[in-house]
């Protein structure tokens, strides 16, 4: 059963949805991971429990997206440890559209900048990347979270 929702600035009154759903995860609601991208707008995911929630949108607004992936269809990638180059993701589905938040960086050196954003693929065809700017901003909780991995 798809319980996901997709969530437009003009609906979010209608849903009773509140300020401080829109401020960030859910108060008591951990931050898996959190950026700011170009244009003022802000990627995040946050781990409601029974939930995987993924929203975008401008940074102290409703988000333009908000999506709720029940948790069993959630996934993630965990760096297994080998290679120089750290990776971490977690992908939130939204019935053709899945949503892979990423974030990665090379452990061996201080110069290569961190690389995170979001990949948006419909029917398993990349359509768009937004990276995130900024890397003193980026909160990333990703690695340890317990869902099942990506196939």
């Known amino acids: 059963m798809n319980r996901l929702l997709l969530v437009r600035m003009a609906l979010a009154p209608a849903l ?7 401020a960030g995860c859910e108060q008591g609601t951990p ?8 244009k003022g707008k802000r ?9 995987i929630d993924y929203s975008f949108g401008k940074a102290g607004s409703a988000p333009e997206i908000v999506v709720r ?10 760096w297994k440890g080998i ?3 750290l990776s971490y993701a977690v992908q939130v589905p939204n019935g053709d559209t899945t949503y892979n938040v990423f974030w990665g960086a090379d452990r061996l ?3 290569h900048p961190i690389e995170a954003g979001v990949h948006v693929e419909v029917k ?5 990347t937004v990276k995130c700017v900024g890397e003193k901003h980026i909160v990333q909780n990703i690695e340890g979270i317990d869902l099942r991995p990506m196939e």
């Open 69 to 78: 992936a029940p948790r069993s269809q959630a996934s993630t990638y965990q």
């Open 109 to 111: 050196t201080e110069e």
């Open 83 to 85: 290679g120089r180059y």
């Open 43 to 51: 990627i995040q995911v946050c781990d409601a429990g029974k939930t």
């Open 124 to 128: 398993g065809k990349l359509v768009a």
């Open 16 to 22: 009773g949805l509140s300020a401080s759903a829109h």
């Open 31 to 38: 931050t898996v991971f959190s950026c700011h991208a170009a």
